[in-house]
């Protein structure tokens, strides 16, 4: 392969979404009808620009990650950080949350600055353009299962450390993450990376989530384990011998559907478009998610009421939410958070009548739960995203 691949100027920036002058035409309507009032009970959300229910959001751990690998090559955060439209301060907070396209504009942002779409975690260089030329290997695939030996092949050509290998039998097909170093584990971040490029295709080439059964992992369990075991699963393992994923059997025989017309929209809006759509959303804290989104916030049941809708007693809901690491309060803090984002930059309406869709009682005390999620406050939120 050419040292540098050159691509026509739509697929060079392949993780932005630029604004069509209908949509920014459509903006400046909205902003301005008059703002409603506040009622005294909210509707039902809606969830903003067409996102499906599993829009969420990205652990500031996982940006921290990103610009460390900008960083290593003399790359300074400001200018990531300002790229993307995260504020510095943002990542103070213990608990930072980022929207996933401020996180797909950091994925771009590092990859055009390092001119390696695999943040330099490979000896040889995934350069800028990769991926597109990846997606137009896989498209032309009949199935998932040609699509994924076209994937391995390609990420071989593109990438000397870490090999994708799969293996199929009847009971699942394992993607294997191989190390070329055999004594030490890539870090959690590489596996990670690797992953979301070829889940993310695949699950997008075949027009479902597949399911992800199992993730065994060489390295030690990342700080950040919550967080990746939403983009992989429940069963997730480390310190182990080798490094795969399992998916289920049938993905193999699954018809490829996408067409050269819907690659344009994908590869404009990647990788944005698949870091959080494809999470596993197997898990129950996802069940109650999606239970609460059904309901204003306001309406939303406490924790004997939301087993009952599950079919589960109060103590087993507990005891299986404590396997996944969350309780009730968390999963219901977190969707609050998580809406409160969607609002403040997807809508026109004012912090009080946000604070009172989602449940507060006074704008002050969602004042104060909006700074300890990201560090700022919602007004300097909002206008740090109008500005990027």
Request: net charge positive.
């Amino acid at each position: 392969m050419p040292e540098t691949i050159k691509l026509p100027e739509r697929f060079r920036h392949l993780v932005t979404t630029p604004t069509s002058k209908n949509a920014r035409g459509s903006e400046r309507q909205t902003e301005r009808r008059p703002r409603p009032a506040v009622t005294p009970t909210p509707t039902v959300p809606k969830t903003p620009r067409g996102q499906g229910n599993e829009r969420g959001t990205i652990a500031g751990v996982l940006v921290e990650e990103a610009l460390r690998y900008a960083e290593r090559r003399g790359v300074a955060r400001i200018a990531m950080l300002a790229l993307a439209g995260i504020k510095p301060a943002t990542l103070a907070a213990p608990l930072a949350r980022v929207s996933a396209a401020q996180y797909g504009r950091l994925w771009s942002a590092v990859a055009d600055a390092l001119d390696d779409e695999f943040f330099g975690q490979d000896s040889h260089p995934m350069r800028r353009g990769s991926f597109a030329l990846l997606c137009h290997a896989a498209l032309g695939s009949r199935d998932g299962g040609q699509a994924l030996t076209r994937i391995a092949g390609f990420l071989r050509l593109v990438l000397d450390d870490l090999q994708c290998e799969i293996d199929t039998d009847t009971t699942r097909v394992r993607i294997r993450l191989a190390d070329a170093d055999t004594d030490a584990p890539r870090p959690m971040f590489a596996y990670a990376t690797a992953f979301i490029m070829i889940y993310g295709l695949l699950c997008w080439l075949v027009g479902r989530r597949i399911p992800v059964l199992a993730a065994h992992l060489r390295c030690p369990e990342p700080a950040a384990s919550d967080e990746y075991r939403l983009m992989f699963c429940d069963a997730m393992f480390f310190d182990q011998p080798a490094s795969y994923v399992d998916l289920a059997p049938d993905c193999v025989t699954l018809p490829v559907v996408q067409t050269a017309a819907t690659l344009k929209v994908f590869l404009r809006e990647a990788p944005a478009n698949f870091i959080v759509k494809y999470r596993n959303p197997d898990s129950l804290a996802a069940r109650i998610r999606r239970q609460l989104r059904q309901s204003p916030p306001v309406d939303w049941p406490d924790s004997e009421d939301i087993a009952a809708a599950l079919n589960m007693a109060g103590a087993t809901l507990r005891r299986r939410l404590k396997q996944e690491g969350a309780t009730y309060q968390s999963i219901r803090d977190a969707l609050r958070r998580d809406l409160a984002i969607a609002r403040l930059a997807d809508t026109t309406q004012t912090i009080a009548e946000i604070a009172h869709a989602l449940g507060f009682a006074e704008p002050s005390a969602f004042h104060r739960a909006f700074r300890k999620w990201t560090g700022v406050r919602p007004a300097a939120y909002r206008g740090m995203r109008a500005n990027a």
